[in-house]
């Protein structure tokens, strides 16, 4: 009888290996679905450039319509071949809004606050494919919002900003490229932007101009300038936002520089109250900033949101530079009437 037992049990075994064994094999796992286009995590060589490059014509118009075989990208003297280019509008980006709550901006405060409000409003529209952050600076920088897709934090904040003290800009740049939340994928989708509201003096970081210029490039950072000087009056600092907005491939926009340009013969018509085109009282003069400012704007929003994106592996020989130059180009008919903005070089190793 215990024999039998037994040999029942022994068939029993056997029976639930030939069984296991029929159910495996190569095709027997967890089936898998695919991975969908859109999910799969964007790759970038190490090595690889990337290079924003707006383009505009000799009216201030955007050019929206050129293909990769219109581009040229020399890098050490060679001409390169561009792997990857796109120019749909709208891409995704991360913008920092870096506000002068100096003592130079006191004049014309309420204005700029608008126009950063203007800004936060055109440039983060309440979706996911776009985030913020703002800064403000005077005697020193200061993150007031985390990198966020919600504008209406940004829009608190600067409502209650107030100016006084001095400029610390060079740091608030340096706190953007080091000591903000990022989001995934930066900086090939979504993009790193920088928007200066300010005149581009400084006269309290510890950081200096070629610091901060370093580590924007490194960060593969574009940096715009909203210029807060007014008409009639010069700035040193102008030079250094220049320089800053160019080396990226960004440019300066200046809202109040050009309040008369389309009034002849102004200072021919002096009156008691001064030499004013547009007469203190009547709205005249309050309209031509809001216009200028409406301009510079959509200047920035529209430059920020139509850009040309090129990607290249460098084929050039290690020469040892710290800083590759490269140039970008534009070949096709009337070239010469055309204005190419994009970053002037790139650090090849990153310290």
């Known amino acids: 009888?215990?024999?039998?037992?037994?040999?029942l049990l022994f068939a029993s075994s056997l029976l639930f290996v030939?069984?296991?064994?029929?159910?495996?094999?190569?095709?027997s796992g967890p089936k898998t679905a695919p991975v969908a286009a859109s999910d799969k995590p964007i790759s970038v060589s190490v090595n690889e450039v990337i290079v924003p490059v707006t383009v505009t014509d000799d009216k201030g118009r955007f050019v929206s319509d050129l293909d990769q075989k219109d581009f040229k990208i020399v890098d050490?003297?060679?001409?390169?071949?561009i792997r990857y280019f796109t120019r749909e509008r709208n891409q995704p980006v991360v913008v920092g809004f870096l506000m002068d709550a100096s003592n130079t901006s006191r004049m014309h405060w309420k204005n700029y606050e608008e126009a950063a409000e203007e800004l936060v409003l055109n440039l983060l529209p309440n979706d996911k494919k776009y985030s913020g952050y703002l800064i403000s600076y005077a005697n020193e920088a200061e993150l007031k919002v985390n990198t966020t897709s919600d504008p209406e934090k940004l829009l608190v904040e600067l409502r209650k900003m107030k100016p006084g003290g001095g400029a610390a800009l060079y740091d608030s740049i340096y706190i953007a490229c080091?000591?903000?939340?990022l989001v995934k994928g930066e900086p090939v989708e979504p993009r790193r932007i920088i928007v200066v509201i300010g005149d581009g003096h400084d006269n309290a970081s510890k950081k200096s101009l070629?610091?901060?210029?370093?580590?924007?490039?490194r960060n593969l950072v574009t940096i715009y300038g909203v210029s807060t000087v007014a008409f009639g009056f010069a700035n040193e600092g102008d030079k250094n936002l220049i320089r800053l907005a160019e080396e990226t491939g960004g440019r300066v926009e200046y809202p109040l520089q050009n309040v008369y340009k389309d009034v002849s013969g102004y200072l021919e018509t002096p009156s008691d109250e001064g030499?004013?085109?547009?007469k203190v009282g009547t709205g005249g003069y309050a309209s031509a900033i809001a216009t200028g400012m409406f301009r510079a704007i959509?200047?920035?929003?529209?430059e920020v949101t139509t850009q040309y994106i090129l990607r290249y592996t460098p084929d050039v020989p290690e020469s040892g530079k710290v800083f590759r130059d490269i140039k970008v180009s534009v070949s096709i008919p009337n070239a010469?009437?055309?204005?190419?903005?994009?970053r002037k070089g790139y650090y090849p190793h990153n310290p």
């Not at 030499?275 to 547009?278: D, K, M, P, V």
């Open 1 to 7: 009888m215990l024999g039998r037992i037994f040999a």
């Open 18 to 27: 030939y069984l296991s064994f029929a159910q495996s094999g190569p095709e």
């Open 76 to 81: 050490g003297g060679r001409e390169q071949t």
């Open 178 to 181: 080091t000591s903000r939340a």
């Open 210 to 217: 070629e610091e901060v210029l370093e580590i924007a490039q």
């Open 275 to 278: 030499n004013y085109a547009l």
């Open 298 to 302: 959509a200047a920035v929003a529209g």
């Open 336 to 342: 010469s009437t055309l204005k190419v903005r994009a």
